[in-house]
């Protein structure tokens, strides 16, 4: 939990036993963690020396032990310095260190961009290979903050779907809103129902048109990936990574207008089904949603007790005042009622 912030394995040992105890001796702390004492007795001083404990003083010792009296000077006593005071230099730290990070890759980004020497590396990039292409794809699911766009074609070539799957919920728990539209020959991969409901429950947004002219990832709109026909590389997959310019916004476009005109997957205990055209009902993940918020509860606490997050909690409350035409949550209310959605 502390090596994040700089604390080792041992190190943080030491000072997660110190922190059950009001003061400790190198050996009592020994005890507890299984480390030598000369090795507990240096990493106290570590401690010490960077602020995180101190030397308890007499007052803070307490009266000593019967069995102690007369044996001698005894052994130093540790306490812990409050937390919020110790601890927060280092997170400072850390999280200046992440902004150079990202600052750093932000110029490695823009002079990358900018070289004479890759002018159409500026826009797009050609990725050849099986192992290429699938390291460029989890950099780009992996890589998302907010959002990602997916298109899905046919069965998965360069990218098994159970690694396209950790990727998925890698994101989600980052509460990037994930969208997805599916071709209808998607559903007939092997144990497509399965995954698919898996992803539905966990929060992706899934809709379903007769067919797609691509597959694609769209990342935080800021890059995007498509195959190429393996005949253009020798029978290798390979794939355009696009990055923000004109023919990417058209890549965006082309999701939007084709997400608008998509059918919702929705599941129930018989599969996974499409909504059928013309007038639209909420999934049962919405409907789950729709009767916490009208029972008083929070986006954030609705997602604490459904097991979402709060973004897919938000994106399914959108979606119901979507299809009641509502402008606010009353008339959201109002709307499920003379619908009879609860």
């Known amino acids: 939990m502390l090596q994040a912030l700089g604390l080792g394995p041992v190190e943080e040992a030491v000072y997660t036993a110190l922190l059950a105890r009001p003061t400790a001796t190198a050996q009592e702390l020994a005890q507890q963690t299984g480390l030598g004492q000369a090795e507990t007795a240096r990493i106290l001083l570590d401690l010490t020396t960077r602020g995180l404990a101190a030397v308890a003083s007499e007052a803070e010792r307490g009266a000593p032990d019967s069995a102690d009296c007369g044996a001698g000077p005894q052994p130093a006593r540790y306490r812990l310095t409050p937390p919020s005071v110790a601890l927060a230099p280092f997170?400072?730290?850390?999280?200046?260190?992440?902004?150079?990070?990202?600052?750093?890759?932000?110029?490695?980004?823009?002079?990358?961009?900018?070289?004479?020497?890759?002018?159409?590396?500026?826009?797009?990039?050609?990725?050849?290979?099986?192992?290429?292409?699938?390291?460029?794809?989890?950099?780009?699911?992996?890589?998302?903050?907010?959002?990602?766009l997916v298109f899905l074609v046919g069965a998965p070539v360069a990218v098994p779907r159970e690694d396209a799957d950790m990727s998925e919920s890698l994101a989600l728990d980052r509460g990037v809103d994930f969208r997805?539209?599916?071709?209808?020959?998607?559903?007939?991969?092997?144990?497509?129902?399965?995954?698919?409901?898996?992803?539905?429950?966990a929060g992706v947004e899934i809709r379903l048109v007769d067919s797609l002219p691509l597959k694609m990832v769209v990342s935080d709109r800021e890059r995007a990936m498509v195959p190429l026909d393996m005949a253009d590389s020798g029978g290798e997959p390979s794939a355009l990574v696009v990055h923000r310019s004109g023919l990417l916004t058209a890549l965006v476009h082309l999701f939007e207008r084709e997400w608008d005109q998509a059918r919702p997957l929705y599941t129930t205990t018989a599969g996974v089904h499409a909504e059928p055209t013309g007038d639209q009902q909420p999934t049962e993940g919405e409907l789950e949603v729709l009767a916490l918020l009208l029972a008083g509860f929070s986006d954030r606490r609705a997602a604490s007790q459904l097991g979402l997050s709060i973004r897919t909690v938000e994106r399914r409350t959108r979606r119901l005042m979507d299809l009641a035409g509502a402008d606010s949550r009353l008339q959201l209310g109002w709307h499920a009622a003379r619908a009879g959605w609860l």
Do not use: C
């Open 180 to 201: 997805v539209v599916a071709a209808k020959d998607y559903l007939d991969g092997r144990d497509i129902q399965r995954d698919v409901w898996a992803s539905i429950t």
């Open 91 to 148: 997170l400072v730290e850390q999280r200046n260190a992440l902004h150079r990070a990202e600052t750093a890759v932000s110029m490695l980004i823009e002079q990358y961009r900018s070289t004479a020497a890759h002018p159409a590396g500026s826009v797009v990039e050609a990725v050849v290979g099986m192992e290429q292409v699938a390291h460029r794809f989890h950099q780009l699911q992996r890589g998302a903050q907010q959002e990602l």
